[in-house]
């Protein structure tokens, strides 16, 4: 089994855990599903950095990251140095995470905030929105087209944006399901390389209206640039802030090499 399958196996059983605890209608009562939510897309089109910092304690790649960080530090300290959205994983077997770090993290910013995790279920959907989210991540290589199309639908009737993800050309058809961001992911989910030319080979076959980002295995300032100029507009980098003690300044020194290259 690959590390998709079990972390797909694992999820079903969380699900089942999580709705026994707190069920679909129990979220629909929460004050949080009536909530006005942030566009991502469009902080992303109207930031100058496009940076979509993640906060990741540690990853079934890289193990443990930063075990210990506190998710409104870190979120605060994102939103202060100009990230445009900020991803907050809430797997808690694979990413040590949990849906209560979105719920801190959405009490203390105003920045878009992506549930990042993986969506199998409608319940996920109701939850993100309840937890505070804006937007959900829908991977393409975890879910059918049909339920692609599905989650995505029931997500914009909650007022929550769609980051759809895809790692190859075999997913391209999954890019109809009306997303409204499109993720290149330069990781592939079961064998962990990172390879950033993934993303300059598939924008080329990606709608040219479709708001797309690069995802993953991001260090360089430099491959933001070229990115850029390949026509991406957001960049989902987590290990790169993470893996210092303070990942407000590592961004912050990010976005000022990005500035000055910009001039
Ligand atoms: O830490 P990195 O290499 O900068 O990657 C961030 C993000 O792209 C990565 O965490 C990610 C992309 N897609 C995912 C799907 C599930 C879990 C995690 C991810």
């Not at 694992?10 to 599903?33: D, M, V, Y």
Request: hydrophobic fraction near 40%; charge should be negative.
């Amino acid at each position: 089994m690959n590390i998709l399958d079990t972390i797909i196996s694992e999820k079903k059983k969380e699900i089942i855990r999580q709705q026994e605890a707190f069920g679909t209608e129990l979220l629909l009562e929460s004050e949080q599903i009536q909530r006005k939510t942030f566009s991502m897309s469009r902080s992303i089109r109207e930031s100058a950095s496009g940076i979509i910092a993640e906060f990741k304690r540690r990853s079934p790649s890289k193990g443990w990251i930063h075990p210990h960080a506190n998710v409104i530090d870190v979120v605060t300290g994102y939103e202060k140095a100009g990230a445009a959205a900020s991803s907050i994983l809430t797997d808690e077997v694979f990413f040590g995470g949990m849906p209560g770090d979105l719920v801190q993290a959405r009490q203390q910013v105003k920045i878009p905030l992506l549930r990042k995790d993986f969506i199998i279920d409608e319940y996920q959907i109701y939850q993100a929105k309840a937890i505070g989210a804006d937007a959900i991540l829908l991977i393409a290589s975890a879910i059918s087209r049909k339920e692609c199309k599905r989650f995505a639908t029931l997500a914009h009737q909650l007022g929550l944006e769609v980051l759809l993800e895809l790692h190859d050309i075999a997913e391209l058809d999954y890019a109809d399901c009306e997303a409204d961001m499109i993720g290149v992911n330069n990781r592939d989910l079961t064998t962990f390389e990172t390879k950033i030319d993934h993303s300059f080979e598939m924008i080329k076959h990606l709608p040219s209206s479709a708001l797309c980002i690069s995802e993953s295995g991001i260090s360089d300032p430099n491959v933001v640039f070229s990115l850029r100029q390949a026509g991406f507009e957001g960049f989902l980098m987590g290990e790169n802030f993470m893996k210092h003690e303070d990942p407000q300044s590592a961004l912050a020194n990010f976005i000022g090499q990005l500035t000055q290259m910009a001039v």
